[in-house]
Each structure stands twice: as structure tokens, then as C-alpha cells.
């Protein structure tokens, strides 16, 4: 679904390297929606001082100090979601029906938070949108 081409911005021939690596990605004959989404990670920026990626929508990261990488995750997460066709919601349900099995079946639930006062929860689920569909369909309220 994504392609992330992590590259150690230090290196010498950092450019050469990406030079190549695109050239052999293309010769794969992949889809071109993959080679036009691929997320470049410029890694090793701690080793620069002040630095600032020259190419538009590079991401700059430190993977040994950890600089960058709640961003990098940020954006594989948007991309993902963007080539899946899937969304990230939170729908509010009541704990005495199926809906919560329903979404266990159907998504992926990345978290649960129960409200005991009224028994009922919000539900963060990752869901495609034919699930969704679904889902209205047999809940609507």
C-alpha cells in the first residue's frame, strides 16, 4: 500500500542514492499511484546542524534520538488510510447491544472508552467505508 524510502541524509552520495533506488523502483513496473505516494524520510538529521530537508514534503528524522518520528507516523498512517480507503472515526454506542462485537468483527478498534454513568462507550475504530455503510444501516441511532 506505501512505499517509505528511508535514506541516511549524511552519506555522501545521498542523492545518487535516491537517484537509483527510484530508478529500480520504476524498472518493478509498480502502479503509479505507489511510486507517486511514496513518503521520503530524510534520517540521521542529528549529525546536521539546523537541518531542513531542500525537498518538498521529505521528512527529517533522528531514529537514535527520536526526533521526528511521531510526524513520520502521522503521515504512513494518512497515506495508508488514503490508499485503503479506510477512515478513523469515533462513534458512541450502547453497551447493552451488539454494535461494540460488531465492530470488533468489521474494524479494527484502536480504543474503548466506557462511560458507566450512562453505559454507553466511544469507539475509535479504523473502518473501511462499506463497513461504515454497514454499520449505519444496522444502527442508525
Not at 494518512?78 to 468483527?105: D, F, M, R
Amino acid at each position: 500500500d506505501l512505499i517509505v524510502h528511508v535514506r541516511d541524509i549524511t552519506h555522501p552520495e545521498t542523492t545518487l542514492q535516491k537517484a537509483t533506488v527510484l530508478s529500480v523502483l520504476r524498472n518493478l513496473n509498480l502502479p503509479s499511484h505507489l511510486l507517486d505516494s511514496i513518503v521520503e524520510v530524510h534520517n540521521k538529521v542529528d549529525l546536521i546542524e539546523r537541518y531542513k530537508p531542500a525537498e518538498e514534503n521529505a521528512l527529517a528524522v533522528s531514529a537514535l534520538h527520536g526526533h521526528g518520528l511521531e510526524e513520520l507516523k502521522q503521515e504512513i498512517e494518512k497515506k495508508i488510510l488514503t490508499a485503503t480507503g479506510k477512515k478513523i472515526l469515533t462513534v458512541n454506542i450502547n453497551l447493552e447491544g451488539p454494535q461494540l462485537s460488531w465492530l470488533y468483527k468489521e474494524a479494527t478498534v484502536q480504543e474503548v472508552e466506557v462511560l458507566p454513568e450512562d453505559g454507553t462507550a466511544r469507539v475509535k475504530v479504523i473502518i473501511g467505508s462499506s463497513a461504515f455503510g454497514r454499520y449505519k444501516k444496522l444502527f442508525p441511532n
